[in-house]
């Protein structure tokens, strides 16, 4: 989408302060005062972000996790939110508050403020939300991956993807997987006590292979992932088996928002014993080494890549 | 606009954080660490908040405009900001994004993130911003007006309204109205220095009249405005006239991004010295009694409140 990436390249100049991270974060990290703020602004699109019949309340869940996913990728907890938000019709507009509420207890974030806008007629609904955190440690950007460092995913990855298409009808009913889709899990616990042990972290929001070839491009390393590790659910394997073109499906599907990070070798049995401590799969799914791009294989099988890695869109 | 009532008044209670004031007043104000934060997010949507025909610079000037107004009114020096951009005509966003970095240099400002999102055929563009301000003081709130207080506003009033007229054809040619509806001036130098002096402050968005109800309810009192009072520019005398209809007219347009404050009376010899330091026109228009509501008078003749007293949109 080269609009996109004209309108980026006219804005990069613009956001000259060491705290922009160059637009290439997943937020921005601000030091006021004594305090180390994390902001960061995710919008949602009606027809592009969500289903047009996605039930408000996931809509209003999924506008606050997609940003407080941005927070947990960077290790800082949640302070509170504002919100832009297009009214339309009553009744959604009712229920979006009302998900939305439930969310932010769910969270214990609080609503600071916004803008509500009326539209014209015939206008896909828009969303944006500006997430507040706070850092109380160091704060990983995606770029300080170092050649030899062991790459991890939280989670599984392609639920999101397949829920859409069962959502979409092509694919059998699974409320597992339209639920990944629908109500997808910052993962906030985790980035916190990640963040202090991590060469670099990201989430994974356009695709498990972009994201990681984004990581590499920011790190001028070369990322290696092995497709044989990518951590699969039992729901996806019940939907799409776990043979190398649904992996790849997974790999590039999107809408994961799991943590992807990096740690030097000697920390990966810290991963472990987290792993367990916070109850969520950290998987080893690769490494970086010196070089550039990114790199895939399935178990001992090296891959070419697939032509289209994940989402372009920002 | 009810929908829009019906769902603020839902989020209201989700808003319990001192922070978002009650979502009442024109950012939150977040005390973290030592630092005094004061944040808000405005949109622009088209053919709603500017012309479809208004240069895509204007549009990028008056996104940061109205949200550095915002700050203004609390008495808060800009930070950084972060845009929710939606992505169209590859000739508009380059000029967007090139008025934008002259608006935040001009302010200086810094782009610090955001989002870029593509939508559907047909859709109206919409644009959010978050501005991050800091304050070094006390942080004015709308609601602090006390009987006996003094009202005033800054600059002149009702020129954005009359510059849209005039954009419409409506009005005859004038550069100077056009500009004050494309290009509002945030009043940061003017909000900062008052500040420490005001019991309440506001900016003037949805018309004079409205914004100074909306004040007398939050504080509890009765404001009385004095038309004769309001100030006028030239460019909207030579255009309008300022009879009584055309005075009313003004205070009812909107968009014209002022200072609305009240100071107690042994104050308004300050605020007239400081009108000469910030070379603003600083003009007494009215004063705060015991009671409730708004009060409307034409020099000595009192005058029935018009149906209309701004825009009701959020």
Redesign the interface.
């Known amino acids: 989408?080269?609009?996109?990436s004209?309108?980026?390249a006219?804005?990069r100049?613009?956001?000259?302060?060491a705290?922009?991270?160059g637009?290439a974060?997943d937020?921005?990290v601000?030091e006021?005062?004594?305090?180390r703020?994390v902001?960061?602004?995710?919008?949602l699109?009606?027809?592009?972000?969500y289903l047009p019949a996605d039930p408000p309340e996931d809509v209003a869940w999924k506008l606050l996790a997609v940003n407080l996913s941005d927070l947990a990728a960077k290790g800082a907890a949640p302070?509170?939110v504002?919100?832009?938000?297009?009214?339309g019709d009553?009744a959604w507009?009712?229920a979006f508050?009302?998900g939305?509420?439930a969310a932010?207890r769910k969270f214990g974030v609080?609503?600071?403020?916004?803008?509500?806008?009326?539209?014209?007629a015939?206008?896909?609904r828009?969303l944006?939300l500006?997430a507040?955190g706070?850092a109380k440690g160091p704060v990983p950007s995606r770029s300080g991956v170092r050649a030899g460092d062991v790459l991890f995913v939280s989670g599984t990855i392609g639920d999101a993807g397949a829920g859409l298409r069962v959502l979409k009808g092509e694919l059998p009913a699974s409320e597992a997987l339209a639920a990944r889709y629908r109500r997808p899990e910052p993962r906030l616990a985790a980035g916190e006590a990640l963040a202090p042990l991590v060469s670099a972290m990201m989430d994974v929001s356009d695709g498990l292979l972009i994201d990681a070839a984004r990581m590499a491009a920011a790190s001028g390393v070369r990322i290696g992932i092995d497709l044989a590790r990518v951590p699969l659910s039992d729901a996806f394997r019940t939907a799409l088996g776990d043979a190398q073109g649904a992996r790849l499906d997974a790999a590039t599907a999107g809408d994961d928002y799991e943590l992807l990070f990096a740690v030097p070798p000697e920390r990966a049995a810290t991963v472990a014993a987290l792993a367990d401590l916070l109850d969520l799969p950290l998987t080893r799914i690769g490494a970086a080494s010196a070089g550039r791009g990114l790199g895939l294989s399935d178990g001992g099988e090296t891959l070419p890549l697939p032509e289209r890695l994940g989402w372009e869109?920002?």
């Open positions: 989408m080269t609009g996109e004209d309108f980026l006219s804005l100049p613009l956001a000259a302060a705290a922009a991270r637009l974060d937020a921005a601000l006021l005062g004594g305090t703020l902001l960061t602004h995710d919008m699109v009606e027809g592009v972000h302070v509170g504002l919100m832009g938000y297009m009214l009553n507009d009712r508050a009302d939305f509420g932010l609080a609503l600071l403020g916004g803008d509500t806008v009326a539209a014209p015939g206008t896909a828009v944006g500006t507040v706070e869109h920002g």
